[in-house]
Protein backbone atom coordinates (compact mmCIF):
# COMPACT_ATOMS: atom_id res chain seq x y z
CA UNK A 1 0.00 0.00 0.00
CA UNK A 2 2.65 2.72 0.84
CA UNK A 3 4.66 1.57 -2.08
CA UNK A 4 1.41 2.21 -4.43
CA UNK A 5 1.26 5.76 -2.79
CA UNK A 6 5.05 6.66 -2.56
CA UNK A 7 4.39 5.95 -6.72
CA UNK A 8 0.89 8.33 -6.83
CA UNK A 9 3.18 11.00 -4.79
CA UNK A 10 6.16 11.12 -6.92
CA UNK A 11 3.40 10.79 -10.38
CA UNK A 12 1.66 13.84 -8.84
CA UNK A 13 4.49 15.80 -8.08
CA UNK A 14 6.56 14.77 -11.67
CA UNK A 15 3.06 16.18 -13.26
CA UNK A 16 2.95 19.40 -11.35
CA UNK A 17 6.58 19.78 -12.28
CA UNK A 18 6.27 19.52 -15.92
CA UNK A 19 3.00 21.64 -15.92
CA UNK A 20 5.08 24.71 -13.56
CA UNK A 21 8.04 24.29 -16.37
CA UNK A 22 5.61 24.99 -19.72
CA UNK A 23 4.59 27.79 -17.83
CA UNK A 24 7.49 30.06 -17.52
CA UNK A 25 9.47 31.07 -20.12
CA UNK A 26 11.73 29.41 -22.72
CA UNK A 27 14.63 30.88 -20.21
CA UNK A 28 13.30 28.99 -17.61
CA UNK A 29 16.53 29.62 -15.48
CA UNK A 30 15.39 33.11 -14.87
CA UNK A 31 16.61 36.00 -16.66
CA UNK A 32 20.28 36.22 -17.83
CA UNK A 33 22.42 39.61 -17.49
CA UNK A 34 24.50 40.17 -20.09
CA UNK A 35 28.18 39.50 -19.88
CA UNK A 36 27.87 38.42 -16.49
CA UNK A 37 30.13 35.56 -15.34
CA UNK A 38 28.13 32.74 -13.86
CA UNK A 39 29.12 30.41 -10.93
CA UNK A 40 29.86 27.05 -11.43
CA UNK A 41 27.01 25.06 -11.12
CA UNK A 42 26.40 21.70 -8.48
CA UNK A 43 26.37 18.68 -9.82
CA UNK A 44 22.72 17.34 -10.56
CA UNK A 45 21.41 15.04 -7.93
CA UNK A 46 24.03 15.34 -5.42
CA UNK A 47 23.35 17.19 -1.99
CA UNK A 48 26.10 17.69 -0.23
CA UNK A 49 25.86 18.23 3.57
CA UNK A 50 28.42 20.81 4.68
CA UNK A 51 30.07 21.27 8.31
CA UNK A 52 30.66 24.93 8.73
CA UNK A 53 30.80 27.51 11.44
CA UNK A 54 28.54 30.50 11.74
CA UNK A 55 30.44 33.36 11.41
CA UNK A 56 27.92 36.61 10.63
CA UNK A 57 23.68 37.00 10.26
CA UNK A 58 22.35 39.96 9.10
CA UNK A 59 19.05 41.18 8.11
CA UNK A 60 17.20 43.85 5.79
CA UNK A 61 14.05 44.96 4.38
CA UNK A 62 11.45 47.14 3.88
CA UNK A 63 7.47 47.83 3.57
CA UNK A 64 7.44 50.54 1.51
CA UNK A 65 6.10 50.74 -1.85
CA UNK A 66 8.33 51.47 -4.43
CA UNK A 67 7.94 51.70 -8.40
CA UNK A 68 10.58 50.01 -10.38
CA UNK A 69 11.17 50.10 -14.03
CA UNK A 70 11.38 46.68 -16.30
CA UNK A 71 14.62 45.05 -15.69
CA UNK A 72 16.92 44.43 -13.21
CA UNK A 73 16.44 46.29 -9.89
CA UNK A 74 18.23 47.06 -6.72
CA UNK A 75 16.73 46.75 -3.76
CA UNK A 76 17.98 47.66 -0.39
CA UNK A 77 21.71 48.22 0.58
CA UNK A 78 24.22 46.87 -0.22
CA UNK A 79 26.31 44.43 2.04
CA UNK A 80 29.92 44.28 2.81
CA UNK A 81 31.27 40.88 3.36
CA UNK A 82 34.84 40.04 4.25
CA UNK A 83 36.11 36.32 3.97
CA UNK A 84 38.79 36.58 6.26
CA UNK A 85 40.92 32.65 6.40
CA UNK A 86 40.62 31.37 3.15
CA UNK A 87 36.80 30.14 1.40
CA UNK A 88 33.36 31.60 2.88
CA UNK A 89 30.18 30.27 2.04
CA UNK A 90 27.13 32.78 1.98
CA UNK A 91 23.82 31.97 1.75
CA UNK A 92 20.73 34.72 1.09
CA UNK A 93 17.35 34.17 2.03
CA UNK A 94 14.86 36.56 0.72
CA UNK A 95 11.07 36.92 0.57
CA UNK A 96 9.82 39.70 -2.10
CA UNK A 97 6.34 41.07 -2.59
CA UNK A 98 5.62 42.67 -5.58
CA UNK A 99 2.29 44.41 -7.47
CA UNK A 100 1.31 45.97 -10.72
CA UNK A 101 2.82 43.87 -13.22
CA UNK A 102 1.39 41.08 -14.97
CA UNK A 103 4.76 39.98 -16.07
CA UNK A 104 7.33 37.64 -15.58
CA UNK A 105 9.54 38.50 -11.69
CA UNK A 106 12.23 37.24 -10.56
CA UNK A 107 14.66 37.26 -7.39
CA UNK A 108 18.11 38.42 -8.30
CA UNK A 109 20.95 38.61 -5.32
CA UNK A 110 24.49 39.35 -6.51
CA UNK A 111 27.86 38.85 -4.86
CA UNK A 112 30.68 40.62 -7.14
CA UNK A 113 28.28 40.90 -9.76
CA UNK A 114 27.70 37.08 -9.78
CA UNK A 115 24.66 35.24 -9.99
CA UNK A 116 23.84 32.65 -6.92
CA UNK A 117 22.80 30.31 -9.95
CA UNK A 118 23.46 30.41 -13.67
CA UNK A 119 20.92 33.19 -14.08
CA UNK A 120 18.29 34.57 -11.47
CA UNK A 121 14.87 31.97 -10.58
CA UNK A 122 11.60 32.97 -12.09
CA UNK A 123 8.79 33.68 -9.64
CA UNK A 124 6.26 33.75 -11.68
CA UNK A 125 3.59 35.90 -13.47
CA UNK A 126 2.47 38.50 -11.25
CA UNK A 127 -1.04 39.94 -10.96
CA UNK A 128 -1.81 43.40 -13.02
CA UNK A 129 -4.71 44.44 -9.77
CA UNK A 130 -2.58 46.87 -7.48
CA UNK A 131 -5.15 44.83 -4.79
CA UNK A 132 -2.87 42.29 -5.51
CA UNK A 133 0.55 40.94 -4.13
CA UNK A 134 2.80 37.72 -5.39
CA UNK A 135 4.82 36.82 -3.14
CA UNK A 136 8.66 35.10 -3.79
CA UNK A 137 11.00 33.53 -1.89
CA UNK A 138 14.47 32.39 -2.53
CA UNK A 139 17.38 30.60 -1.07
CA UNK A 140 20.83 31.80 -2.51
CA UNK A 141 23.99 30.18 -2.00
CA UNK A 142 27.54 31.17 -3.27
CA UNK A 143 31.25 30.60 -2.45
CA UNK A 144 33.30 33.11 -2.13
CA UNK A 145 37.21 33.40 -2.00
CA UNK A 146 39.36 34.81 0.80
CA UNK A 147 38.58 39.07 0.67
CA UNK A 148 35.85 41.20 0.28
CA UNK A 149 32.92 41.15 -1.42
CA UNK A 150 29.75 42.77 -2.09
CA UNK A 151 26.24 41.55 -1.81
CA UNK A 152 23.95 43.48 -3.67
CA UNK A 153 19.71 42.64 -3.20
CA UNK A 154 18.30 42.92 -6.39
CA UNK A 155 15.01 42.11 -8.69
CA UNK A 156 14.08 41.25 -12.01
CA UNK A 157 10.99 42.28 -13.64
CA UNK A 158 9.94 42.10 -17.33
CA UNK A 159 7.47 45.07 -17.24
CA UNK A 160 7.37 48.04 -14.77
CA UNK A 161 5.41 47.69 -11.67
CA UNK A 162 6.90 48.22 -7.76
CA UNK A 163 7.92 46.37 -5.21
CA UNK A 164 5.95 46.41 -1.90
CA UNK A 165 7.54 44.40 1.28
CA UNK A 166 11.08 42.57 1.39
CA UNK A 167 13.29 40.87 3.75
CA UNK A 168 16.21 39.43 3.57
CA UNK A 169 18.71 37.27 5.95
CA UNK A 170 22.29 36.77 5.29
CA UNK A 171 24.70 34.58 6.98
CA UNK A 172 28.16 34.12 6.20
CA UNK A 173 30.06 30.55 7.03
CA UNK A 174 34.11 29.22 7.59
Not at 21 to 43: D, H, I, K, L, V
Not at 49 to 67: H, Y
Request: aromatic share 6%; proline share 6%.
Amino acid sequence: MQHQMLHRLLAGALAGLSALTAATPANAAGPRREGSPAQPQAQPALTTILNKKLILTSAQGDSTRVPLNAGFSNIGTPVTLKCQVGPCMIVVQTMVQVEELSGYWAICPTIDGVDAINACNWQGIASDSSSVYATGNGTYIWSVAEGTHKLQPQIYLSVAGAVDNWGMTIAKYH
